[in-house]
């Protein structure tokens, strides 16, 4: 029964996302795009690059003309900001950061693997958001405030955390700062699978981890 709710889940979250995505991408028999982020620097012990991979995986299962785009960080970090990136004075590093900012506007479904690095995110991941986040091209000021450019699009974040950290306590501002952020360049429908505590004992790891799992149908049924 789990199943088959999954799969008339993902069917359905597949055909709102073509429905909203139509005014950016007017043919509707287009591919469904995901963009796959990984920002852990643990390699095959991450939590986040597991759960992430079993995501997309499940997207891949139930969708089979799925188009998937994957970064990595920690393999291929994006410079951080500095003096001359604003400049756009290395062509290259312009050419790369263009790239990033295309491949988010052309995604129809954004999955963030996040894992809290000194109660925040990864620097990394940080940097990609440096460079996506432009004015006149994913968001824009205006009279009102400003105004998000990257419409029509969901994201899922999967976060893993080595304590346990109350939503809005004082030591969350990993969560919390995504959120806000993606919601600034105008994705606002966003899901999240948690990991939690995972640092505290093998045990609690292992049973984090077991939730975590489960929760990736609901995931997708919510989004849908």
């Known amino acids: ?33 995901l963009l796959h982020i990984d ?24 969708i089979p003309e799925l188009e998937v785009s994957y970064r990595d960080l920690h393999a291929e970090p994006l410079p951080h900001l500095s003096a001359a990136s604003l400049a756009a004075a290395d062509p290259t590093e ?25 109660f925040s995110i990864p620097s990394t991941l940080k940097a990609w958001i440096d460079r996506v986040a432009v004015a006149g091209r994913t968001f824009r000021y205006t009279a009102e405030g400003p105004q998000g450019l990257v419409i029509g699009k969901r994201a899922i974040l999967v976060l893993a955390q080595g304590g346990v950290h109350a939503e809005h306590g004082p030591s969350e ?36 981890m077991r939730a975590a799992e489960r929760t990736l149908p609901q995931a997708l049924a919510r989004a849908a």
């Open 1 to 33: 029964m789990g199943c088959a709710f999954a799969r008339l889940s993902v069917i359905s979250y597949a055909r709102t996302l073509f429905s909203v995505g139509q005014a950016a991408r007017p043919d509707p028999e287009n591919a469904m795009k």
């Open 39 to 62: 920002s852990s620097i643990l390699g095959t012990q991450s939590a986040t690059r597991s759960l992430g991979a079993a995501l997309v995986a499940r997207f891949r299962a139930e």
């Open 94 to 118: 312009a050419a790369r950061a263009e790239r990033a900012i295309e491949e988010l506007l052309a995604t129809d479904v954004l999955v963030i693997g996040a894992p809290m690095y000194n």
């Open 173 to 208: 501002h990993h969560e919390s700062y995504l959120k806000w952020m993606l919601g600034f360049l105008g994705i606002t429908d966003v899901e999240v699978v948690r990991a939690q505590g995972l640092a505290i004992s093998p045990e609690q790891r292992a049973d984090a």
